[in-house]
């Protein structure tokens, strides 16, 4: 009897004492949580510093998707309108987040380091359709003294679809 | 006492305020209670609608009154119907005998700051609370679903257990101040000290009874979520369940404020005599404090299983009532009352 009042008491004292803590809750819209830098959210497609997509339209990621949620069509491009440096682009790029499953294998996949998974998790949406993603929201918007893709380049200068890479750092 | 016109306007004025206040403390109580639960779970709690959250209780009602009303098919539908109001009706009359103040005089006349001084308050309060578990039980049973019934009958079965404990309870302040009105236990308070330093047994039998009169966490059996899915009101839904929302607050506002009465001296405080208007400050200040603690309560301990409760309440708390009465009684033999 006397041990369960002291454990009561203990309760009571618990609970008074968090209530004077600071609140862990993180005021969502306003504040928003740090995620890892591994966090896997809504992917981007990248471009090279010269503005370029990185993307080459190979459909490795297509192929290794578990969940089947990514469309990839390849079309062919000359130097007098060019998308990327390999010989073809992906004129079609579509990923459904209905389907996808956020492990990140078309990450690992690609070959040229295009497709990343970045920290945007804010995924909602009201129908199917709004559901997939294509190519012109997924790339990066095009930085600033590079013109948007296509462009018009000197013949013969992009010979090389897969650029030289370094192994990857966090 | 003369009964002329301006008589009864007050009457009805004082009617009015003491339903506000039981009406508003009720909106304001959930809000209070949300607060204080989510500081004590290291949360915020509401503070989206309005500043800080004020308008949540407004953004809840709103939303109840605009939900669904099922009856189910086989119900009672008289009864079902009538339950909710069985169970806030008395609720709401509680606190009709409870002094908020001293006398104040406003143009000319006196006007006593509370509605009713009825020489056996504290029995009318006693009566009064029982009558709201009639509303429960045939809640429960005119549900015509099993929960409902097991929570309405394990309401009932509460109720009369903790009654006798509660009833022992206000033998303390009755025998301290030799009256069952409020005014006269409050003005014994005056001339003594607040009965919780003489019956500190007796404020303690009283908060846990009331809590199990109550039904609140952790005597929250008639609704106890995990077993009977809501108790007494799991079939009722928009403003039918609202009412047992606010019979459940309203009756957390009425036994703190009889509580506040009984053993922490009611309305009384320092420089009453030059501002009457803070009496009824202090008791609003002391309903809070007793609030606070059944919100802690809640916070902290797990509902305890139905045996025990029984157990608790007829081999310990029934007991140690009875031994408090006779304590008591000793005592003011031994030593001289009032």
New interface residues.
Partial sequence: MANGVYE?MR??W???R????????I?YPEVKRQVSKRYRGRHALKRYENGLEKCIGCSLCAAVCPADAIFVEASEQTDDKRYSPGERYASTYEINYLRCIFCGLCEDACPTEAIVLEDNYELSFETRESAIYTKDMLLDAVSAPNLPTPHKVKPGSFNRSVPEMKDPVD | MVIDSSMIWEWVIKSVAILLFCTVGFAYTTLYERK?L???????GP?RAGPRGILQPVADGIKLIFKEELIPAKADKLIFVLAPVITVIPALIITGVVPWGPDITLGGRTIHLYLANINVAVLYIMSITSISVYGITLAGWSSNNKYATLGGLRSTAQMISYELALGLAFVGPILLAGSMSLQDIVAAQAKSVPFILLQPLGAVIYMIAVIAEVNRAPFDMPEAEQELTAGYHTEYSGMKFALFFMAEYIKMIAVSTIGATLFLGGYLGPFLNVAPWLGPVYLIGKVAILLYGLI??R???PRIRYDRLMAFGWKVLFPLALLNVILTAAGITLFGGK
């Fill in positions: 009561m309760g009571l618990q609970t008074f968090s209530a004077w803590t600071k609140p862990v809750t005021q | 204080v989510a500081r004590m779970q290291v949360r915020w503070n802690w309560l916070a902290t301990l």
